[in-house]
T-cell receptor
Framework: KNEVEQSPQNLTAQEGEFITINCSYSVGISALHWLQQHPGGGIVSLFMLSSGKKKHGRLIATINIQEKHSSLHITASHPRDSAVYICAVSNSQGAQKLVFGQGTRLTINP | KAGVTQTPRYLIKTRGQQVTLSCSPISGHRSVSWYQQTPGQGLQFLFEYFSETQRNKGNFPGRFSGRQFSNSRSEMNVSTLELGDSALYLC??????????????FGEGSRLTVL
């Protein structure tokens, strides 16, 4: 079993829908990252969080440390949100030794 | 300020050769980490450098090595290339200090094809 599991692996939705991507992990962590990767490869860090909830525009990330679970929400989804979303955790021993989930491929249709 | 710069962006090598990739971090960032991304294995951590010292290393063979210079620029080297080394190699920089670490900023990656 992978240390970081994401669900779903693929998600297709219509423009305007509310999107939720889930991430569960099995190791102790110092921080959890949500990353976005568009075709072509470039990765953008969306959130880094160790507790609670963060919001940036239409994106919201939450984490429950006790349940070892995080969610990424996208409100009023748009075709430009189509990308691969990756959850990664920094384990307790090494701040930058990231362990990655397998990614969620999101497609938003107009 | 300028982002993380990786060079070269694309390269093709043959089995047995070696390759050196370069990463220039955001000004002021002293921590640089490297990652390999393949369709089969996804993203995997290679190593992290901070203040010219390797701080963490992933589960990769000794053919993969790196270093960091006094200006925080980093290079990674892969020797005796194998077909399975074909991948997108990404580096990321971040601020790191006694009070903690900042968010990661990724470069566009170097896409290596081994023939």
């Amino acid at each position: 079993k992978n240390e970081v599991e994401q669900s779903p692996q693929n998600l297709t939705a219509q423009e305007g829908e509310f999107i939720t991507i889930n991430c569960s992990y099995s190791v102790g962590i110092s921080a959890l990252h949500w990353l976005q990767q568009h075709p072509g490869g470039g990765i953008v860090s969306l959130f880094m969080l160790s507790s609670g909830k963060k919001k940036h525009g239409r994106l919201i990330a939450t984490i429950n440390i006790q349940e070892k679970h995080s969610s990424l929400h996208i409100t009023a989804s748009h075709p430009r949100d189509s990308a691969v979303y990756i959850c990664a955790v920094s384990n307790s021993q090494g701040a930058q030794k990231l362990v990655f989930g397998q990614g969620t491929r999101l497609t938003i249709n107009p | 300020k300028a982002g993380v710069t990786q060079t070269p962006r694309y390269l093709i090598k043959t089995r047995g050769q070696q390759v050196t990739l370069s990463c220039s971090p955001i000004s002021g960032h002293r921590s640089v980490s490297w990652y390999q991304q393949t369709p089969g294995q996804g993203l995997q951590f290679l190593f992290e450098y901070f203040s010219e010292t390797q701080r963490n290393k992933g589960n990769f063979p000794g053919r993969f090595s790196g270093r960091q210079f006094s200006n925080s620029r980093s290079e990674m080297n892969v020797s005796t290339l194998e077909l399975g080394d074909s991948a997108l190699y990404l580096c990321a920089s971040r601020w790191r200090g006694a009070r903690g670490t900042g968010e990661l900023f990724f470069g566009e990656g170097s896409r290596l094809t081994v023939l």
